[in-house]
């Protein structure tokens, strides 16, 4: 059951801007669970959702990659350096912080909930943004790497400060949705490839509840990455703001 709710929680708020990280810290709080310890598992759920990412995106993925493998500097070139820029300040945050960032995932609600702020002033500010049809720039890409990077505190919605930031920016919303999406792939699937190089990965006797989180994480990361994309062509994000708002007060109350 634990298993279950984790799984439904990665794959539903690593999409919606409400910080997944934040929320798995307040699920640890609330059941007593040690995620953070368990990395099978949270590398498990991480790689369920990257792969409902790749299923959503499939057509502009194999795109991307056919137009890059021709050798030219057509626009599918250009939007993989734009891709890599934007993970070099999540690759120094992860390189040069790592210590510093875990000692913040210790289920310490308060901290959790003033993030949360943070994420719905973010989200807030968008509804006053005006409609553009800016394509995302080489420097937009740098700028919304940094939002990336800042969204590793557990309670800064990585979704939610990268579009935000995408579109204080000027740029379109349906070139910062899939920016924002695409860009976190490589990131994720080589923080857990350096877990499994340096045996943090276990065999475990946990199968049947290691299986029920993978599934969880890859339906409802599905299902989550398709509303959001039409959340965010809607301008409907100050909802979240709001949820982000209360939910934030809320843990700090409690924290």
């Known amino acids: 059951m634990e298993a279950l709710i984790l799984g439904i929680i990665q794959g539903l708020t690593e999409f919606l801007p409400v910080s997944s990280s934040g929320h798995l810290e307040l699920a640890k709080a609330l059941m007593g669970v040690e995620i953070e310890e368990d990395v099978t598992f949270t590398v498990l759920v991480h790689g369920a959702t990257v792969l409902s990412t790749l299923v959503i995106f499939r057509n502009d993925i194999w795109k991307i990659i056919v137009d890059s493998l021709k050798l030219e500097w057509n626009e599918s070139a250009q939007y993989v350096v734009k891709i890599a ?20 995932f210790n289920g310490n609600t308060m901290f959790v909930g003033s993030m949360l702020l943070i994420t719905a002033i973010l989200l807030g500010v968008t509804y006053f943004v005006k409609k553009t049809e800016n394509e995302i720039s080489y420097l937009s890409a740098l700028i919304i790497g940094l939002a990336q990077a800042v969204a590793v505190l ?83 994000l100050l909802y979240f703001a709001a949820y982000c708002l209360l939910v934030g007060v809320i843990a700090i109350y409690f924290g």
């Open 85 to 104: 820029i934007s993970m070099v300040p999540v690759l120094f945050v992860g390189v040069f912080l790592k210590d510093e960032l875990e000692a913040l």
């Open 154 to 236: 557990p309670g800064i919605s990585r979704s939610g400060a990268t579009i935000a930031t995408g579109l204080l920016l000027g740029n379109k919303k349906e070139s910062v949705t899939k920016f924002s999406f695409l860009m976190v792939l490589v990131p994720i699937i080589g923080a857990n490839l350096l877990d499994v190089m340096d045996g943090d990965i276990t065999a475990t006797d946990n199968a049947t509840p290691m299986l029920i989180g993978f599934i969880a994480a890859f339906f409802s990361g599905l299902l989550a990455c398709k509303l959001m994309i039409k959340i965010v062509n809607s301008g409907k």
